[in-house]
Every structure is written in structure tokens, then in C-alpha cells.
């Protein structure tokens, strides 16, 4: 069994269809929160997530589209896409936003993994040290955990009585996709963040997204290039603040 995994796709349509369509044979597909905000397609993009019937886990960008939370923690450039994306959805995007699940969120197909989007200690968490790991998996007895939120690709591993970052080995491929891989360990438990399919925080502008393959025994890491200009296009003729677009540029 293969699971494809997504996270803060933020209404970037040119990076999920690069994702999708760079994407190793699936079974399932997981989507971590933070489908919409930033990004100037959201309509469009809600279609096509809700076309690959994800398992799904609400973020923090999610709730404020949707107007289930303000946007009083925001910045003022994520209060102002939040507030225009909140004005262009659909009432049945709206409606689909707002029924998406808080996390911790489990799937009977998948009993050894959990999906979040921060944390397993608060969906807003930040897990970003070997201290945000840890205090996560002392929360969390699944084997894998799936989360999102920080826009970077990586993983942690619990392993006598510590956590860890573990660090992905490269793999060869035959494209223009960049893969690495951790070869997972039976007495371990992981954290594992595919990174952001729409927003890339780690200077690494392509579009990232992971696979757990539960036949290999192994998590791949991948990105891939996609059009940016298109996507910035769609960001500044929306009216959306200009340093959205320049961002996609610096994978920041």
C-alpha cells in the first residue's frame, strides 16, 4: 500500500497539479491542512483535492477562509489572502472547509498512523526541534505520524526514549523529480512532514510531497518543478499583497 501525502497546498492550483502529475503509483492520499490561503486559485484547487478524496485534517488557514476563526493571529499579508479567499469561495467550498475534521484524525485502512496538521499536542503546534518532536510523540503512540504546518520537508524519530531528526538518504531517478528516502525502523516511531506542495519555506522554491510505502517499508521524499509564474500571474492579477508572489520565487 502506497500513500501519497500532501500538506499546505495554500490554493497554489500549478503546484498541485505538478504534484499530482510527478506523483510514484498511489493507493490512497492524505492532505494535511492549509488547503487554501495565499494562493490565488482557490476554488479551483478545492475542486481537485476534493476530486482525490483525501484523508483530511483542517489547518489553521482552512478555518480562517472558511470564517470559523478571525484572523487576529495572523500577519496582515495572511489576514488579507484569508480575508479575499473567504470572498471568492463558493458556498459549497465554503460549506466543504468547514466540516473538515481537527486533528488528530485516524483512517481504519491505516491503524499504525495518525494525520495532523501542527501537532498531535494542538493542531497549531510547530514542530520544528527535537523538543516539539518529542514532546509530540510522548502525545502520539502511532507508529507514523503525518503533520504539515511549518512548510518544510523532514522527519523525527523516537528511539531510546529521545527524538531525533533523521536525515533522508538521496535516491536516483529517472526525471526531473528529486527523491530521497528514509527506510523506516520497526522499533522506532516517526514524525514525518512532506513539506508544502504550494509554499515551500526551506529556500527550495519546487513543490514538495511524500509517499509512505508500507510494502517497501520506507517514506520517499520528492520535489518537483512547476510553473511559478503562472501561479504568481494568478496571485497579483487577484490583487492579492505582492510579496505572496515573490516568495514562490525564493521557496520562502
Request: hydrophobic residues 40%; proline residues 5%; neutral net charge.
Amino acid at each position: 500500500m502506497r500513500l501519497l501525502l500532501l500538506s499546505d497546498i495554500h490554493a497554489n492550483l500549478e503546484a498541485l497539479e505538478a504534484c499530482l502529475d510527478a506523483a510514484p503509483e498511489y493507493d490512497a492520499v492524505a492532505c494535511l491542512g492549509d488547503v487554501v490561503g495565499y494562493g490565488g486559485s482557490p476554488n479551483q484547487t478545492l475542486d481537485l483535492v476534493r476530486a482525490i478524496n483525501p484523508i483530511l485534517v483542517r489547518g489553521n488557514h482552512d478555518r480562517a477562509c472558511s470564517g470559523l476563526e478571525n484572523t487576529d493571529r495572523f500577519n496582515p499579508v495572511a489576514a488579507a489572502a484569508a480575508l479575499w479567499t473567504q470572498q471568492q469561495l463558493s458556498d459549497r467550498n465554503l460549506d466543504w472547509l468547514r466540516a473538515l475534521p481537527k486533528g488528530p484524525v485516524r483512517h481504519e485502512r491505516w491503524k499504525n498512523a495518525c494525520f495532523v496538521h501542527g501537532s498531535p499536542v494542538h493542531e497549531d503546534a510547530y514542530i520544528t526541534s527535537n523538543g516539539a518532536a518529542g514532546e509530540a510523540l510522548q502525545q502520539e503512540e502511532a507508529a507514523f505520524t503525518f503533520f504539515g504546518h511549518t512548510h518544510v520537508q523532514g522527519a523525527f524519530a523516537w528511539s531510546n526514549g529521545k527524538a531525533e531528526a533523521v536525515t533522508a538518504e538521496p535516491m536516483r531517478t529517472a526525471s526531473r523529480l528529486h527523491a530521497t528516502r528514509i527506510k523506516l525502523a520497526p522499533e522506532k516511531r516517526y514524525l514525518f512532514n512532506p513539506g508544502s506542495v504550494g509554499q515551500p519555506r526551506d529556500l527550495d522554491r519546487r513543490a514538495a510531497f511524500a509517499l509512505y510505502d508500507t510494502v517497501k517499508h520506507e517514506v520517499r521524499f520528492y520535489r518537483t518543478p512547476y510553473d511559478i509564474k503562472r501561479a504568481q500571474q494568478r496571485i497579483l492579477e487577484a490583487g492579492l499583497p505582492k510579496a505572496l508572489a515573490f516568495r514562490l520565487e525564493e521557496g520562502r
